[in-house]
């Protein structure tokens, strides 16, 4: 199993609502791909920082969701967002 946690840290507020605008459609398209297990992002008490929980079932659903992800109208519009991650194997 591969699970990553931390926060998604938006620097002002036009980041932020690109967040809000995209998030919702990133979630669905994760939720439903092969192995994921859950995936969560969920706004924090600061409304520039999001909190990020994924689990897939192996190194290949999970390399599989970054390369969809990585391709995705997500990541062009977040692209810059710092992201403070921390990915473990179990």
């Known amino acids: ?13 036009a980041e932020a609502a690109r967040v809000q605008k995209f998030l919702p459609e990133h ?16 706004e924090t008490q600061d409304p520039l920082v999001w909190s990020v929980a994924e689990r897939f079932l192996d190194r290949a659903a999970f390399d599989a969701h970054q390369a969809r992800a990585g391709a995705s109208a997500w990541a062009e519009a977040t692209k810059g ?8 194997e179990r």
């Open 1 to 13: 199993m591969i699970e990553l946690t931390g926060f998604l840290r938006c620097a002002d507020e």
């Open 27 to 42: 979630i669905r398209l994760t939720r439903a791909e092969p192995g994921c297990l859950s995936f969560d992002v969920t």
């Open 81 to 88: 967002i710092a992201r403070d991650y921390e990915i473990v």
